[in-house]
């Protein structure tokens, strides 16, 4: 007969054996270093935030003092634009993705030390 502890950690070490793999394989991609490689993972290391930039940049032309207000009425849809993209676009990078897998994998092992 299976106890259900014992199954459970079992699943937890599973668990925790998935995660530390996947931490070292993207700390190895992190590692790379080939022109053409690194080149394509670029996007992945410094994420670039397009919401943001359009946000400032609609901010600045709202607050520009212009007689005809051409400005203004181009500000505010880049606010909303800038906005939109910040909740749409993921900008996560590899180093987040690392820094939330080691978490992940200290709860599991603080958990799996707690049961035994």
Same mark, same amino acid.
């Given at each position: 007969?299976?106890? &259900? =502890?014992?199954? #459970? $950690?079992?699943? =937890?070490?599973?668990?925790?054996?998935?995660?530390? #793999? #996947?931490?070292? /394989?993207?700390?190895?991609?992190?590692?790379?270093?080939?022109?053409?490689?690194?080149?394509? $993972?670029?996007? /992945?290391?410094?994420?670039?935030? &397009? +919401?943001?930039? $359009?946000?400032?940049?609609?901010? /600045?032309? /709202?607050?520009?003092?212009?007689?005809?207000? !051409?400005?203004?009425?181009? +500000?505010? &849809?880049? @606010? !909303?634009?800038? #906005?939109? $993209?910040?909740?749409?676009? %993921?900008?996560?990078?590899?180093?987040? @993705? +690392?820094?939330?897998?080691? %978490?992940?994998?200290?709860?599991?092992?603080?958990?799996? %030390?707690? !049961?035994?």
């Amino acid at each position: 007969m299976n106890d &259900p =502890l014992k199954a #459970r $950690l079992a699943k =937890l070490q599973k668990f925790s054996d998935s995660a530390k #793999r #996947r931490a070292n /394989l993207y700390s190895d991609i992190a590692k790379m270093d080939d022109s053409h490689t690194a080149r394509s $993972l670029g996007a /992945l290391q410094k994420a670039p935030a &397009p +919401g943001k930039k $359009l946000q400032k940049i609609g901010f /600045l032309m /709202l607050w520009i003092p212009e007689p005809t207000g !051409v400005t203004c009425a181009i +500000g505010g &849809p880049m @606010i !909303v634009a800038g #906005r939109y $993209l910040d909740k749409k676009y %993921n900008g996560s990078t590899i180093h987040d @993705i +690392g820094h939330h897998t080691k %978490n992940t994998i200290s709860t599991i092992s603080d958990f799996k %030390n707690s !049961v035994t």
